[in-house]
């Protein structure tokens, strides 16, 4: 019986060594489930270390051994379902322009919109070459002045007592207006000065409605802005134009609103023919003379050019000239530029 308790307290020896290497053990093996009991000359195990007695060591010890190195990862397994997405982060910095793209087709020019504020006068220009000296001072009588209200007047010249000499800005009827066309003869025919997309290719027609040649030299083709009523381009005529011909001149004249075309005899400034177009002008300024473009009734400001279809203003029927715009003029979707007119079929 001795010996027993003795063999007993040997192995309770050996096992409170081991509980006191484990005892001393890793982290891992302190966490794990321990035996406690309480040794003096045996083991006594007990719930807890507060159940051993004055002169018996608590003894613990793991129920399982220290825990051993991890094994080799097992095999992924299949994916979770997705989680919702996250919030958007920040925007990123902008990219760097890429190159520009071919350019694109030229749309049609659009309608002319209404003409601008005049703008502010330019400075004078040169002063021009020094007329021939005068005669006497009676060479001023009847020429042109301006009078202290703007009006028009001419100088009168008057000698008084003691020979001083006057010099008179009167009043009076303004001069006599261009004499009238003569009857046939050289009529503009035919114009085109609006085009579809950009404006080119435009022309002014004449036409010798008579039965024989008639010479073109020294006269004029005018155009006309209406905004001012003054004169923008002209072209010189020369030579003769065969009864029954045409003479198309290539120039561009205005879209504006309104605008005109007159036919001059740059010698006797005689008005051969007039056209007021998109509107009317009554006092075209044409080498210092005045002149009304407006033949009989105005064509309708609404008769015009177009830029969305070709064609042109012509009189119908061709040459036809009764002295009234609203009747001789009409639009027309045929040009006959240097031929007869045709009416719009």
Known sequence: MHVRTIAVGLVALGLAGGAAAL?????????????????????????????????????TWSKQGQVGPAGPAGPMGEAGPAGARGP???????????PAGPAGAVGPAGAMGPAGAAG??????????????????????????????????TVDVSTGAGGVIALTCA??????????????????NEIDYDQVGADSGGF????????????????????VNGGDGQEYARVALTGSLAAGAYLALDIEAQNGAPDGVALIDTA?????????????????????????????AALDATVVD????????????????????????????????????????
Do not use: H
């Open 23 to 59: 005892a001393t053990g890793s982290a891992t093996s302190r966490q794990q489930e321990t035996i406690t009991a309480c040794q003096k000359n045996f083991l006594r195990v007990v719930s807890d270390a507060t159940k051993c007695r004055k002169g018996e060591r608590v003894v």
């Open 204 to 223: 002014v027609e004449i036409a010798n409605t008579t039965a024989a040649a008639i010479s073109i030299d020294g006269l004029a083709l005018v155009l």
């Open 171 to 188: 009043g009076g009827a303004p001069p006599p207006p261009p004499p009238p066309p003569p009857p046939g003869g050289l009529v503009i």
């Open 268 to 296: 006797s400034k005689a008005l051969l023919d007039a056209f007021s177009y998109e509107g009317e002008i009554r006092a075209a300024v044409i080498d210092g003379q005045t002149y009304d473009l407006v033949e009989g």
């Open 88 to 98: 958007a982060g920040p925007a990123g910095s902008a990219g760097p322009v890429g």
């Open 120 to 153: 502010q006068a330019g400075p004078a220009g040169p002063r021009g070459p020094q007329g021939p000296p005068l005669a006497s001072l009676d060479a001023l009588e009847g020429s042109a002045c301006a009078r202290q209200d703007g009006s028009a007047g």
């Open 306 to 345: 177009s830029n969305t279809v070709a064609g042109s203003l012509s009189r119908i029927p061709n040459g036809r000239d009764s002295n009234n715009a609203a009747t001789d003029w009409a639009f027309t979707t045929t040009l006959t530029k240097g031929a007869a007119n045709v009416a719009s079929s």
